[in-house]
């Protein structure tokens, strides 16, 4: 079974400045995908940004960044120009490409709080 | 709005019972997975279902079942609950069965007292 770990369970960042999220994950599959979502206060789950293992080009949406690693089986998220809306707790997530008679869900981490120093 | 619609968004039941949670997926979107957040456990993935059969199961107990019906929207359905049952129970959907990207609803929020 694969599994994501998420080793900070809360950082804290000054507005403005860039700040990394760690995440790395154990899984014998060569074919997947991950995903960091952002759950704000409001509990709504958003898609942040995703990243296709075949893709050896580190995803990139404005602000957000990806280090993807796969060797090391590594995936940390950067954001930079961090705002007041950035703040909310960051989940990294697994899901496998293969069809095994249907998808799997997502495998998520236990988390990181971020919090955005005014 | 990610156009996953959960309801009800809130919901206070006794221990023993039974509740009806629904799911309206997005335009177009066939697959439907549920995924409950819970303090001890975190989010754990439960169940999906693709153009109304049952596709992959994850860690959901025998107490809780689901189906996806000819309009598409799913209802998971939760007895006999007990304290720990208390979540966050979380839809997503997707259009495919094997895509990459779900996008998920709002969540009702479950208090077993």
């Known amino acids: 079974a694969q599994t994501v770990t998420q080793s900070q369970p809360e950082m804290s960042v000054q507005e403005a400045e860039t700040v990394t999220l760690s995440c790395t994950y154990d899984?014998?599959?060569?074919?997947?995908?991950l995903f960091w979502y952002k759950q704000p206060p409001s509990r709504q789950m958003i898609l942040v940004i995703r990243?296709?293992?075949?893709?050896?080009q580190n995803a990139t949406e404005n602000r957000f960044s990806v280090n993807f690693q796969k060797a090391a089986k590594s995936f940390s998220l950067k954001i930079s120009d961090s705002q007041l809306g950035d703040a909310a707790m960051y989940f990294c997530a697994y899901r496998s490409a293969k069809l095994r008679g249907g998808a799997d869900g997502l495998t998520f981490g236990k988390g990181t709080h971020l919090i955005i120093q005014p | 709005d990610s156009g996953v619609t959960q309801t009800p968004k809130h919901l206070i039941t006794a221990t023993g019972q039974r509740v009806t949670l629904r799911c309206s997926p997005r335009s177009g979107d066939l697959s439907v997975y549920w995924y409950q957040q819970s303090l001890d456990q975190g989010l754990q993935f439960l169940i999906q279902y693709y153009n109304g059969e049952e596709r992959a199961k994850g860690n959901i107990l025998e107490r809780f079942s689901a189906q996806q019906f000819p309009d598409l929207h799913s209802e998971l359905n939760l007895s006999s609950l007990e304290l720990g049952d208390s979540a966050l129970y979380f839809c997503?959907?997707?259009f495919g069965q094997g895509v990459s990207e779900a996008f998920f609803g709002q969540g009702t929020r479950l208090t077993v007292v």
């Open positions: 990243q296709e293992a075949y893709k050896q």
């Open positions: 899984t014998s599959e060569s074919d997947y995908y």
């Open positions: 997503a959907s997707s």
